[in-house]
């Protein structure tokens, strides 16, 4: 079975730029999470997106959006980028509830 | 902002020996979820507790709670090199969402 996948795996950008980050979760999980590592650090909650509606948002300006498409397949959308959005941005799905979550590979980007 | 921090930030043991790791939160929890990362890539689901359970085992991993004093261990027994990796714990409040909150981390190197 594949796990979740994310594309692209590597980003480069420009200060104000916008960039949009996919990801695939896993066959059957209908909740998709968005998370932003910086590097040394832990992996801060940006979105939650269950049957295609927003469910939970982090403390993330509005700069940050994502959706969910009916396939539960989901986009990150990050406009006006500033240096420090340079980060780790890993994508989760799970079912529905207190549960595990499993993670894709991340995509790592670098705003220049 | 991190939901926790972890302690020790860095430890370095011989492959053989016992690694332990320690959380502590914030928040009251609905479960606490602990998860393995190498080299800054995806995070590997490792093992969960739920709030009304002390201790569980899986394989050479053991973990504890303690609601009362907001903490949780990891206990890595008869470690390998293969170990080498950051730790990472995450909470769950009782919020009906699954968003994971993390803390700072543990990085373990394991010398073979």
């Known amino acids: 079975d594949a796990g979740v996948t994310q594309s692209p795996t590597h980003l480069i950008k420009t200060r104000g730029q916008q960039v949009t980050l996919r990801c695939s979760p896993i066959?059957?999980?209908?909740?998709v999470s968005w998370y932003q590592q910086v590097l040394g650090q832990g992996p801060q909650f940006i979105f939650q997106?269950?049957?295609?509606?927003?469910?939970g948002r982090g403390n993330f300006p509005d700069r940050f959006s994502a959706r969910q498409f009916p396939n539960y397949s989901s986009e990150l959308n990050v406009n006006a980028l500033l240096l420090g959005d340079s980060a780790l941005y890993l994508c989760?799905?799970?079912?529905?509830?207190?549960?595990?979550?499993?993670f894709g590979q991340g995509t790592r980007l670098t705003v220049v | 902002s991190q939901q926790g921090e972890e302690d020790p930030q860095a430890l370095s043991i011989q492959e053989g020996e016992n690694a332990t790791m320690n959380c502590s939160y914030k928040?009251?929890?609905?479960?606490l979820q602990w998860y393995r990362q190498n080299s800054g890539r995806g995070l590997v689901h490792l093992i969960l507790i739920r709030s009304n359970e002390r201790e569980k085992h899986s394989g050479r991993l053991r973990v504890t709670l303690d609601t009362s004093k907001k903490s949780s261990s990891l206990l890595i027994t008869a470690s390998r090199a293969a170990d080498t990796a950051s730790y990472f714990c995450a909470t769950v409040e009782g919020k009906g969402a699954n968003n994971l909150f993390f803390g700072t981390g543990t990085r373990l190197t394991v010398i073979p």
């Open positions: 989760a799905s799970s079912l529905w509830g207190y549960t595990e979550a499993f």
């Open positions: 997106y269950y049957e295609k509606e927003e469910r």
């Open positions: 066959s059957g999980h209908k909740s």
């Open positions: 928040t009251s929890i609905n479960n």
